[in-house]
């Protein structure tokens, strides 16, 4: 047997070299292998174990590609039963959930809550026994749920086997999710086949999670969060579902040799090898809870799977034991819920809409309906490969969704709903406005009118000028542009500072007296000297939105400079992407562009460059500002670190000097910690800035 030595030995090795990879990879967030090792390493061990089927263990990683089908889903008794939350809407429910918790255990200072994300997925519970995955089952009717042990398996996130096993049993409770680049990904792949698409990440999930065959959930790609537990019996060997004793181990309840509170708990799960989102956070107390909803909801949109709301938990283990439950759930905790973010309507039309960048974009012309409490009437349905790989039809009940401040999209058809078979909407040839015939180029999805005078991308052009991002001219609304474009008093950017030579013509018009007439010519003068960030951004040159016009300004920092940009300049911005400085090259490089720069100058229009750093206390540092800052604002505190010769960055990286965090930080400051980047609270950064300029700062 002494041949079968070597592979047993290699198996081991492969095992413990793939999962501490999968961990820094899916948890720590750190790979330190490329894909291509992991794989290698991965089929390595499959040849293994496919010659020495005695090799096979329960928690090889191979396992996670897929067992064999199950012909149905065993049921499984949860040992403590998987509750629900209770919902909030307002702030005031809020408040009054603190009020019973301080009434339950009879306090009247501040509770110290533990904020979290509600995941919106699948739930799952993880049964381990002495530190092995034995069941994984899903909710079910919160007693009894279904046995998915295979497809768990299969999901980055969930340990096969503990970091440091205990000894006896545990169960460990979190969400299954889909990410959304994934569900895209998996939804563009269904279309493809003509299969029908998923109508959003969760039902992914959970449908994924309750796949008879496990290499089918494996194909979604799910990811795991954790946050708490279920039983916990700490003596060596027992089984689920023996001895079930209700009282014992409830969810929160302080157990001995794990953590007290709720934030512990979370890091305890991250120590055995769970994915734990970074985003949770220790409050101090209500107040801090109600701001906590706010931060949250603004991290929604930029998160990369779906969050349906925030959850807060008493954080005191023991506080939690004696609120204990009621019969809906927890009395401990509570969940916020943002509103839904998608809902169905009927598409009426297709719609062209001609963008300031001469992109012709399909615009769907929804039944009103009301999404996050906004009334939606147009979604964007991207482009028209879009429109065939979803096939959308005039007629249609589409799913429309309104994620964060991202415009509508239509996500895809009802199918089910489809009445008849009504034609694909056909791709337009011909501009829509000005009769241009439309041109693609090579490698792109969107058609674009090639025409620069065509009427409405003059008009989006200018609207985009004068809007608020921009060069914020309040008095040149779109209506006002739509109006002057068409009686010839406005024909393209620099006509706008040529209007104060018009004044007896505007005067002449309905609705435009002297006084309006002033406002408008006062706000156009003003326009003149804004930050030649805006400037940069109001050309409306594609792909650069505001963030990359900060980013090119504090490059360049002067309009001159940046006129010039090669692309092999821009190229070496750290954040401008090949794309962009393409894109921007070739604007550059037109002769009409400059032709109206050199114009704009002639006229006045002078953009405020970036300030001349005062000191040089902060050269070569990079700051990045997280969390909601409580002293100053996050805009403010970049601005002076510019003017201190330092630079403010976006995201955490190795090249990062210091994380500033204020309350309720989450992934930045968890990378940082990672990554061992120095990190500061307000006062500390506050103490770096010379005492007259951190004046400046002051007052938020
Ligand atoms: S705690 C006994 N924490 O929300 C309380 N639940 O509406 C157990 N969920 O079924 C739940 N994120 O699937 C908790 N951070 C989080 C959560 C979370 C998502 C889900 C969970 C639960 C549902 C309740």
């Known amino acids: 047997m002494l041949h079968l030595m070597e592979p047993a030995k290699r198996a081991a090795e492969l095992r413990r070299e793939i999962e ?62 998987m509750l629900s939350l209770d919902n909030s809407f307002s702030e005031a429910e809020l408040r009054s959930f603190d009020e019973r918790v301080k009434k339950g255990l009879g306090v009247t200072g501040d509770i110290e809550y533990h904020a979290e994300l509600k995941f919106d997925g699948g739930s799952i519970s993880l049964t381990y026994i002495d530190g092995l995955l034995e069941v994984a089952t899903t909710r079910g009717d919160g007693v009894v749920g279904e046995n998915v042990t295979p497809n768990a398996k299969t999901v980055r996130g969930i340990p096969l086997r503990l970091q440091k096993p205990l000894p006896g049993t545990i169960e460990v409770r979190g969400e299954v999710v889909m990410f959304k680049e994934h569900f895209k990904w998996i939804n563009e ?36 969060f954790a946050y708490g537990l279920g039983a916990v019996r700490l003596e060596r060997g027992t089984r689920p579902g023996s001895e079930v004793s209700t009282d014992e181990g409830h969810e929160g309840s302080p157990i001995e040799g794990l953590p007290n509170t709720q934030n512990g708990l979370l890091q305890f799960l991250k120590q055995q090898g769970f994915a734990v989102h970074p985003d949770h956070a220790v409050l101090p107390g209500i107040e801090d809870v109600v701001k906590y909803v706010e931060v949250a909801r603004s991290k929604r949109a930029s998160l990369p799977f779906l969050i349906d709301g925030a959850v807060f938990k008493v954080n005191r283990l023991d506080q939690q034991e004696e609120l204990g439950f009621s019969n809906r759930g927890p009395r401990w905790a509570i969940a916020f819920k943002y509103p839904a973010e998608q809902t169905f309507t009927k598409l009426n039309a297709v719609l062209l809409q ?7 974009t399909p615009v769907a012309d929804l039944e009103p309906v009301q999404i996050s409490g906004v009334t939606v009437t147009r979604a964007t349905l991207h482009n028209w490969e879009d429109i065939g790989r979803k096939d959308v039809r005039v007629g249609d009940t589409v799913i429309v969704q309104r994620a964060g401040d991202v415009i509508p999209e239509v996500v ?193 229009v002078k953009p405020v460059e970036p300030d001349k750093p005062v000191s040089d206390v902060f050269e070569g540092k990079t700051f990045v500002f997280t969390g909601s800052l409580d002293k100053f604002t996050r805009e403010d505190a970049e601005r002076l670190v510019d003017k201190l010769g330092g630079k403010a960055a976006g995201s955490v990286s190795k090249n990062t000097s210091y994380v500033v965090a204020g309350p309720g930080a989450g992934s930045k400051l968890a990378k940082a910690e990672q990554l061992g980047v120095h990190v500061l609270d307000e006062d500390a950064f506050l103490e770096m800035v010379p005492p007259e300029l951190s004046a400046t700062l002051q007052g938020k």
Request: contains cysteine; glycine residues 8%.
């Open 354 to 360: 001609v963008g300031r960048t001469g992109v012709v």
């Open 412 to 604: 895809g058809p009802v199918l089910d709903k489809r009445i008849g078979d009504p034609p694909l909407p056909v791709e337009p040839t011909h501009c829509p406005e000005c009769g241009a015939e439309l041109i693609r180029s090579p490698g792109e999805v969107a058609i674009k009118c090639p025409n620069r005078h065509c009427p409405a991308q003059v008009a989006a052009k200018l609207g985009h000028w004068a809007s608020r991002g921009a060069m914020d001219i309040e008095k040149l609304g779109w209506k006002t542009i739509e109006r002057f474009l068409e009686l010839g008093l406005l024909t393209d950017i620099p006509s706008i500072y040529r209007l104060k030579d018009r004044r007896q013509e505007m005067l002449e018009l309905d609705r435009m007296g002297d006084l309006s007439v002033d406002n408008l010519l006062q706000g156009i003068e003003e326009s003149k000297h804004k930050p030649l960030d805006r400037f940069i951004f109001g050309l409306g040159i594609r792909f650069i939105g505001d963030r990359g016009a900060q980013d090119l300004a504090r490059e360049f920092k002067s309009l001159q400079a940046f006129r010039e940009a090669t692309y092999e300049k821009l190229e070496k911005i750290p954040d401008v992407g090949p794309r962009t400085a393409s894109e921007l090259s070739l604007w550059l490089e037109e002769e009409a562009n400059q032709k109206m720069i050199s114009e704009l100058q002639e006229l006045g």
């Open 189 to 224: 792949k269904r279309a493809a086949r003509g299969e029908q698409v998923f109508a959003n990440p969760r039902s992914a999930a959970s449908g994924g999670l309750r796949q008879l065959d496990s290499k089918l959930t494996a194909e979604r790609k799910l990811n795991f």
């Open 20 to 81: 501490r990879n999968n961990h820094l990879y899916y948890v720590l967030d750190q790979p330190q292998i490329s894909d291509t090792e992991w794989d290698r390493m991965f089929r390595e061990l499959q040849e293994i174990e496919t010659a020495h089927p005695e090799l096979r263990t329960p928690d090889s990683p191979t396992n996670r590609v897929g067992a064999k089908p199950l012909s149905k889903f065993e049921q499984h008794r949860h040992l403590v039963p």
